[in-house]
């Protein structure tokens, strides 16, 4: 289970949580399948998100002994769901509620710290590209593009089963 900070989603940053799975493919490589919901911290214009990402990782390990000392992984993923921007009464709301397209691909990298033999606490960063940028109508009816990058900051907590 994780917690992340997200920026680069239509007007300002999302804050939300995010479960995750890994998929083990062989010694040094594994599958991360994680999905993510949040919601903007400001009031003005509401905005709530959510997507599935996966992930393709190569583990590097530290020079310790196994589950017992800090591993770096790197990957590469592609993020897809949508951004919901919500009506408001509030002069500064827009006065429709609309639906944004979201597409990221981009590399991810983690640093896992092993808390004994089997739970983990690992702070991620993921960067992303958005090929499926929309646009939207903000409370003067002006046309805004989604920014064209996002990144997101992670703090996870994991455990083997």
């Not at 998929?23 to 919901?37: H, N, P, Q, T």
């Not at 990957?75 to 769901?81: E, H, N, Y």
């Not at 991810?108 to 993921?126: E, F, H, K, N, Q």
């Amino acid at each position: 289970m994780g917690t992340f900070l997200l920026t680069g989603v239509g007007s300002s940053g999302v804050l939300g949580l995010s479960p995750f799975v890994t998929e083990g493919l062989s010694e040094a490589v594994f599958l991360r399948f994680s999905l993510g919901i949040g919601q903007s911290p400001q009031t003005l214009m509401r905005m709530t998100w959510a997507a599935g990402r996966i992930d393709t990782c190569l583990s590097v390990p530290g020079n310790y002994a196994e589950r017992n000392g800090l591993r770096l992984d790197l990957c590469g993923g592609i993020d897809a769901g949508f951004t919901y921007i919500a009506s408001g009464t509030l002069p500064e709301a827009p006065q429709d509620g609309q639906t944004l397209p979201y597409v990221d691909l981009g590399p991810s990298v983690d640093l896992r710290g092993d808390i004994g033999a089997r739970a983990a606490v690992t702070l991620r960063g993921v960067l992303g590209i958005n090929v499926a940028r929309g646009q939207f109508l903000d409370a003067t009816n002006t046309r805004v593009d989604s920014p064209i990058g996002s990144a997101r900051v992670e703090l996870n907590f994991s455990w083997r089963l």
